[in-house]
């Protein structure tokens, strides 16, 4: 457990930016044997730091035991592929990447990304902590090492000839509880002047569109760019540009490399530390007003939700992912008001949703329910998915988005 210090500056942490109860770890799927076993919950308490503001968790469970076996491959998210896709393509161009430079991801996943560099001929490596998914990344043909990436990881991976022209690592940052010993690990396992990219959700847009949904055990931190930098600038490492994204409900970009490095820094760094002193991420009242918004819309989504019911409607949920379940963890909504939640990875189908214990079926399970509405939890894909489960129109089905407000369509 943690010591209640920032992990970033070691500052005593006194202000709560959202306290969303007791919840279980949001990827602990439980498997219909276990149906009548109970299951260990955590306070799901973010605090934000009043020196540096980073916004972080408590540490309850270890990184090991969170990730070693995990529920969630990315390449079953159509879009995702298609943004991974393009990645490839952009850095290939813009770095001149060919067969004789390497390109390390971190948090590799199932080899989603790394699949397309590979296509084109440029050497790779994965590192994944979670050995199931590494095993599906090896079938695809990249190669993956099983193994928790900080400073001593980098060490080991150089001295075996994998020092990086590029290293990519999406949406992982926020899952290491030793955020300065993981950003170390990039100061090893770069080339004097190799090129690293983060991409994390931006704690901005997480204020602005009230994503409180974001927040589960997995994720130890939620990162604002002027955070990153700093976190960086700690091991020598300094930002040199950044990109806005639509994906996961708005996401940074950040380049980052050697300080003695000869990347030119771009205008777009500036622009976005002050649009993030505007939205009131450099003073604590930014961040402490986020608590009551929250309450808000867990109340309008259990007053539409109890009227449905009582109108006697079938309403049914899209999407078995973290954020949907600390969503329906934290509003208290079981299979009472949600029959059940599809998705579209089977390993999650067959399986009962953690804590509220709605039962995960395939797409074409829940639309045989012929559901009145259909609640879609990742509301940052609502296109994709209404597009995808467009057939529920076909007998006056709706669909259902409550983040940043009760949205019926």
């Avoid at 605090?47 to 969630?72: G, K, M, R, W």
């Avoid at 298609?82 to 390109?103: C, I, N, S």
């Amino acid at each position: 457990m943690t010591t209640g210090t920032c992990r970033a500056c070691g500052a005593t942490l006194k202000h709560t930016f959202a306290d969303l109860g007791l919840s279980p770890l949001a990827n602990a799927y439980v498997p219909l044997a276990k149906a009548r076993e109970g299951e260990m919950v955590f306070p799901l308490h973010a605090h934000v730091c009043e020196t540096c503001f980073l916004v972080q968790l408590e540490e309850f469970e270890t990184p090991e035991n969170i990730f070693s076996d995990y529920a969630y491959f990315s390449g079953f998210s159509t879009s995702w592929l298609h943004h991974a896709e393009d990645y490839v393509a952009t850095m290939t161009q813009r770095f001149g990447l060919g067969p004789d430079k390497k390109v390390v991801e971190v948090a590799s996943n199932d080899g989603y990304l790394l699949q397309y560099f590979v296509k084109r001929g440029i050497p790779v490596l994965g590192v994944e902590p979670a050995a199931n998914v590494a095993k599906v990344a090896v079938e695809r043909g990249v190669p993956t090492e099983v193994a928790f990436f900080g400073e001593a990881t980098a060490l080991r991976l150089v001295a075996e000839g994998h020092a990086a022209d590029l290293t990519a690592a999406n949406n992982v940052l926020a899952h290491v509880p030793d955020i300065l010993d993981f950003t170390a690990g990039f100061k090893v396992l770069l080339k004097p002047d190799g090129v690293g990219t983060f991409e994390f959700p931006h704690l901005l847009r997480m204020v602005e569109q009230k994503q409180f949904d974001t927040i589960y055990h997995e994720h130890f931190s939620y990162l604002s760019l002027k955070v990153v930098a700093e976190i960086l600038g700690k091991t020598d490492l300094r930002v040199f540009d950044v990109e806005e994204w639509p994906t996961h409900g708005g996401s940074l970009r950040v380049f980052f490399c050697h300080d003695a490095a000869a990347h030119q820094a771009t205008s777009s760094v500036e622009r976005i530390l002050a649009e993030e002193r505007a939205g009131g991420l450099s003073e604590l009242a930014g961040y402490t007003r986020f608590a009551e918004e929250v309450v808000a819309i867990k109340c309008a989504t259990l007053k539409a939700l109890i009227a449905l019911r009582e109108e006697g409607k079938v309403v049914v949920a899209y999407g078995a992912a973290a954020k949907g379940n600390t969503f329906l963890n934290y509003c208290g909504i079981g299979p009472e008001l949600v029959r059940a939640v599809a998705d579209r990875s089977p390993h999650k189908q067959g399986t009962l949703l953690p804590g509220v214990r709605i039962p995960v079926v395939s797409p074409e399970e829940m639309l045989a329910m012929k559901p009145d509405y259909l609640l879609i939890l990742p509301w940052n894909l609502k296109d994709e998915v209404a597009g995808q489960m467009v057939e529920i129109r076909a007998w006056g089905g709706k669909f259902i988005t409550a983040i940043p407000k009760l949205s019926v369509f």
